[in-house]
């Protein structure tokens, strides 16, 4: 039996009532997959990189200044950021390869920005996140093995 990932049970009865793609969709999807991930993973690494060096600058800018709260809100993001972006690039040979391990790395990069989401009280990102993130990625998951 396969095992099965933390809510991932629960995040897929909500997906399994959405419409199905078509078959030439998940198919382009699929195909897609791999390079998405890694075309994710280098700008979240390069976006990663600049925003630890601009967040240090901002975070000494903001000292004293009506920004108060909002620096850990900054760096929440920027190390959700991180930590998705190395998600995406371990994701990208099991993807070329339809293995599940790279399903399960998408599915714990969409965890974190889900989590980012709610930390950051982001409410139009965890919903955008959800919906359309969750859907694609749970249409596309009966093709890896």
Do not use: C, H
Request: charged share 10%.
């Amino acid at each position: 039996m396969e095992q099965q990932l933390p809510l991932e049970k629960e995040v897929g009865n909500v997906f399994a009532k959405f419409p199905p793609f078509p078959e030439g969709l998940t198919d382009f999807l699929v195909m897609l997959a791999p390079w998405g991930a890694l075309i994710g993973a280098i700008f979240g690494i390069l976006g990663f990189l600049t925003l630890v060096g601009v967040g240090s600058f901002v975070s000494v800018l903001s000292i004293g200044i009506a920004s108060y709260g909002s620096t850990w809100q900054m760096w929440v993001s920027i190390i959700g950021l991180g930590i998705a972006a190395v998600m995406y690039l371990l994701a990208f040979q099991p993807l070329r390869n339809k293995s599940m391990r790279g399903w399960n790395m998408l599915y714990y990069a969409f965890l974190v920005n889900l989590a980012v989401n709610v930390l950051t009280f982001s409410l139009f990102g965890l919903i955008i996140t959800f919906l359309i993130g969750g859907w694609v990625l749970f249409q596309i998951r009966p093709r890896y093995t």
